[in-house]
C-alpha cells in the first residue's frame, strides 16, 4: 500500500468509523467494540472501528448478542452488518451467514481530495444541474433513482430523505435535467467533525449514462463540499460508480459488503 493509500485509509478508519458515520441515528447502543445503531422505519446498523482482535469464538458471541438485541424489539424489521475488506474479523462471514444474514454485493471504498473532483465538467446540450429542497422536487427525485436501479418507486424512501433534510444537518440534493425532466441525482453528506463529505445515492437513467453527466453532478458536490471546508470526498461505490471517481482522483483504499437480516427470513 503506497502512502497515499495508506494516509486515506487511516483517515477512513479514524474519522469516519465513529458516531459521525450515522447522524441520522435515532439510538446508539454499544455492545463491546459494535455500535448498534437504529434508525427510522425499523432499520438496524452494526458498525465498529474494529473487532479489538477478537477471535472467531468471541466473533460469533457477538454477532448473537447483536441479533438478540434487535429482534428484542418488535419495530425492527431489518438489519444491516457493515464488513470491511481490511479489518481482522475471523470467523465473521460464516457467523453472519449461520445468524441469518445475507451478503449482498461488495462495494468499493473510494476516498481522495476534494479538489480533484472539483473541476469543470462539460454538460450535454439541455442538460442543466440544481441542487433540490422542495417536497415536490424530492419525491420527483426519489421515483427517478428507484427507476434507474430498477426498484418499485418508494414512497418511505422519500418520506426518510425529507425527514432528513428536515434536520437541516448539511446533506445536500442535486439533480442533473434535461428539458426538464430528471435523469441522474446523488447526496452530498457533510461529516461533522471531520474533514470529509459523503456522495451518496448516485443514480442515472440508463439512456444518458455515459455521457459525463453523473460525473457533473460529482463535480458539483465536491466544489460544495469545498465550501463546508472539508477535503476528501467518501463513496462506497458500485462497479459502475467506481471507475468514474478513479478517473477523477478518489482511490481504492478497501472493500466494504454489507449483510442483511430481515425479520420475515432470518431467526427471531
Known amino acids: 500500500?503506497?502512502?497515499?493509500?495508506?494516509?486515506?485509509?487511516?483517515?477512513?478508519?479514524?474519522?469516519?468509523?465513529?458516531?459521525?458515520?450515522?447522524?441520522?441515528?435515532?439510538?446508539?447502543?454499544?455492545?463491546?467494540?459494535?455500535?448498534?445503531?437504529?434508525?427510522?422505519?425499523?432499520?438496524?446498523?452494526?458498525?465498529?472501528?474494529?473487532?479489538?482482535?477478537?477471535?472467531?469464538?468471541?466473533?460469533?458471541?457477538?454477532?448473537?448478542?447483536?441479533?438478540?438485541?434487535?429482534?428484542?424489539?418488535?419495530?425492527?424489521?431489518?438489519?444491516?452488518?457493515?464488513?470491511?475488506?481490511?479489518?481482522?474479523?475471523?470467523?465473521?462471514?460464516?457467523?453472519?451467514?449461520?445468524?441469518?444474514?445475507?451478503?449482498?454485493?461488495?462495494?468499493?471504498?473510494?476516498?481522495?481530495e476534494a479538489r480533484l473532483l472539483a473541476v469543470d465538467v462539460p454538460l450535454p446540450d439541455g442538460v442543466t444541474l440544481r441542487r433540490i429542497t422542495d417536497e415536490p422536487d424530492v419525491r420527483a427525485m426519489s421515483a427517478m433513482a428507484d427507476e434507474a436501479f430498477g426498484d418499485p418507486v418508494s414512497r418511505q424512501r422519500a418520506d426518510d430523505i425529507l425527514a432528513r433534510l428536515a434536520r437541516r444537518d448539511g446533506m445536500e440534493l442535486w439533480v442533473a435535467e434535461d428539458a426538464g425532466r430528471m435523469v441522474s441525482a446523488g447526496r452530498l453528506e457533510p461529516v461533522a467533525g471531520s474533514d470529509v463529505a459523503g456522495i451518496w445515492g448516485g443514480a442515472t437513467l440508463e439512456p444518458w449514462r455515459g455521457r459525463g453527466i453523473y460525473r457533473a453532478l460529482t463535480a458539483a458536490r465536491a466544489r460544495s463540499a469545498l465550501t463546508f471546508g472539508k477535503t476528501l470526498i467518501h463513496s462506497d461505490s458500485t462497479e459502475f460508480s467506481r471507475p468514474i471517481l478513479e478517473r477523477s482522483g478518489l482511490i481504492k483504499v478497501s472493500t466494504t459488503t454489507p449483510y442483511i437480516w430481515k425479520r420475515d427470513s432470518g431467526r427471531s
Open 1 to 112: 500500500m503506497n502512502p497515499d493509500r495508506a494516509g486515506l485509509l487511516a483517515a477512513y478508519d479514524d474519522q469516519l468509523r465513529t458516531d459521525a458515520e450515522t447522524p441520522g441515528a435515532i439510538s446508539v447502543e454499544r455492545l463491546g467494540p459494535l455500535r448498534l445503531v437504529t434508525f427510522a422505519g425499523g432499520r438496524g446498523f452494526v458498525t465498529y472501528r474494529d473487532l479489538n482482535g477478537a477471535d472467531a469464538v468471541q466473533i460469533r458471541a457477538l454477532v448473537g448478542e447483536a441479533l438478540s438485541y434487535y429482534t428484542g424489539q418488535d419495530g425492527i424489521r431489518e438489519i444491516e452488518w457493515k464488513t470491511r475488506g481490511h479489518d481482522a474479523a475471523p470467523g465473521l462471514h460464516d457467523a453472519l451467514v449461520e445468524a441469518g444474514f445475507v451478503p449482498e454485493e461488495t462495494e468499493s471504498i473510494m476516498i481522495g
